[in-house]
């Protein structure tokens, strides 16, 4: 425990304590978990059933020098008869605590015991009746929410970047905020910077640099706080279409506008199936290489990872599905991070229709079946691992990090539960209830059993389905009725690996005799998409000879194919293979690149081999350095699974 102010007396503490200690008055629908002697909802300390915030005006100084962001967060908030406001912090500095708005006075705070996870809980005595409440902090070496990255890290290696990446928990280390999804709030932000960068957040945003460095953000719909985002740069913007455009740096612009032409038609699409777009503008922002996830869906600004440039528009499935957050996550958000698939499950469903939309039935199986690979392979290791339960799709997080229940079983198996339901009840119908569930729940917070209960009043019931929804929610792996996907395409490539495994050359030209023309070889770089190259690579035997790859890569080049998703594929086929030809390109691809969905995978494959693992850990200690606290905690965690102390931080 941490006192911050000395003459705040201990036996105050304790009745703070106390009074916070009972679990009167909190909504039935919320988890409830004793800490010590004090009492939080899962994952947070707030007691936002007796006071909440309503609306959070931020003033905020971002220092390049220090890397610190020295802030004053004033919350507006909703009091029903509390004498203390409890709020999340994560390795901020607390420098004072006001109540009032315009005439201000200090007031008594006391910081509570720290726990490793979830941070500490701010206790703020206030009066009964305070509706304003202003909070005087500055962030800390230790922020996990914020990546510094120094000019050698960005494209154009001139100006510093900064970004904030907030879901799940991660906002309280950058602000001292009531945690929870459950509460959505409005904000306002009056932000600093240096002259020469521009300030974007998840809000309505400026295009041009203000030339004394000062930005206003407004964002007026209500939105759960680990959706309030910044970012600063050197950042340049183009329009794609009347209400959607794409910032980054201006050395990338011309191939994000090149990338992402199809945004118009997505946002089209998606308004066609479930209903208008209910945030007024939907921009991009391309982050840099750290960025620790493909996208992520901060409202009115998709926050999206350089990878997504595959000079093909072959990734793009990513945009599909941040902007398909706009409906599923962010107008209608998961209550609790149990919860979690309501947000995730709906979102690559929702991304999936969006492609099929645009790009037909086959593109979007191909997509889809892609996926169910990855869960299939997930809910193995889930299965072997400490907690099987994970493969429910409500899960049970309580004393453990919600970051844990990311995983393709929220996003895949929620999706596939999704299209089974859509298979049985037909799309008609399916779609109806859908634009229902979002219009009845928009800007509003769902659990599980919310979305099944409505599903048996307004689908089920009325037309007399039965469906097995129970067994889908609240029982572990997949249903047997889980609808099956086939694509002829990827058969007819897995026919190839089958060729190819076992020694036929694919590579010979053959002569034609009657039109003495030279016939193509049958494997040619341009002959299948990215998603057809997927499925060859994982369909080769998970060991193979190297002298094979070699010659896959002298004809195809695979190592240095310039897409992350088939990089990826073959690096981890090539580690297992004890194939040393990739090692120059993995090595490259491991400094520049930080998305932990391609990292993750490489280091765990490399740390299979004493060999590999020495080298592994050699590649991390420089490379380390540029990625997330998110990519790097996951690397860590893989590389170090006895904790042993490792020197990675900036
Ligand atoms: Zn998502």
Redesign the pocket.
Known sequence: MQIVKSSFIIFVFIQILFSCGSSNGESNNKKIVSIGTSTVLAHSYSNTTKINTKHLTLDLDIDFVNKTVYGVARHEMENHGSDTAIFDIKALEIQKVTIGNGNEHETDFIIGKKDDLLGQPLFVKIKKDTKFVNIYYKTTDKTEALDWLDPKLTEGKKYPFMYSQGEAILTRSWIPIQDVPSNRITYSANVKVPKDLLALMSAENPRNLNPEGKYHFEMRQPIPCYLIAIAVGNIAYRKLGPNCGVYSEPELIQKCKYEFVDMPKMIGAAEKIYGKYQWEQYDILLLPYSFPFGGM?NPRLTFANPTLLAGDRSLVSVIA??LA?SWS?NLVTNAAWEDFWL??GF?VYFENRIMEELYGKEVADMLAIIEFQELQSEMKTINEGEFPEDTQLKLALTNRNPDEGMTSVAYVKGAFFLKTLEQKVGRELFDKFLKLYFKENAFKTVTTEGFEKLLNTELLKPNNITFNTKEWLYAKGLPSNCIHLKSQRFEDVQTLADRFASGEDLFKVKKSKKRKKQKKSVLTRDKFSTQEWLAFIRHLPTKMDPKQLQKLDDKLNFKGWGNSEIQTEWYVLGIHSGYKGIKPNLKKFLNKIGRRKYIAPLYQALSENPDDLIWAKKVFIKAGMGYHFVTRSSVIEILYPHKEHVETKK
Do not use: P, R
């Open positions: 869906e599905h941040e957050h996550g947000n995730e979102t």
